[in-house]
């Protein structure tokens, strides 16, 4: 049975910082692509940052670019996002995502971590 089990949200002051993780099992990780999505209150879930299996090519949305930074630790069935210098309107669900390299169709979500910016 696959797992991914996010922790680390929380609430955070405008301009500082939190790291995301999200535990993977039940899955040979090194196959899948690893995603972070965000879905605030009243919008659609979005991409956020993601990484790929094969070669660790990074992507990110154009809203997070130079703050967020997304890893993964094979060795441990990791994946991480670390977000500074937050903005009130990076307040959501951020979600942990697993996507197989070669069938998409084996695509794996966690629960969410609540994360939230505010003075």
């Known amino acids: 049975q696959v797992q991914l089990v996010e922790s680390g949200g929380g609430l955070v002051q405008p301009g500082g910082s939190l790291r995301l993780s999200c535990a993977a099992s039940?899955?040979?990780?090194?196959?899948?692509?690893m995603r972070w999505h965000r879905q605030a209150t009243g919008k659609e879930r979005e991409l956020v940052a993601a990484v790929t299996s094969s070669d660790g090519t990074l992507s990110y949305a154009n809203s997070v670019k130079g703050r967020f930074a997304i890893s993964r630790d094979n060795a441990k069935n990791m994946v991480y996002l670390q977000m500074n210098s937050l903005k009130p309107e990076d307040t959501a669900v951020y979600y942990c995502n697993a996507v197989h390299k070669w069938r998409p169709s084996f695509n794996y979500w966690g629960q969410g971590t609540q994360v939230t910016i505010s003075s």
């Open positions: 039940g899955l040979t990780f090194s196959n899948y692509d």
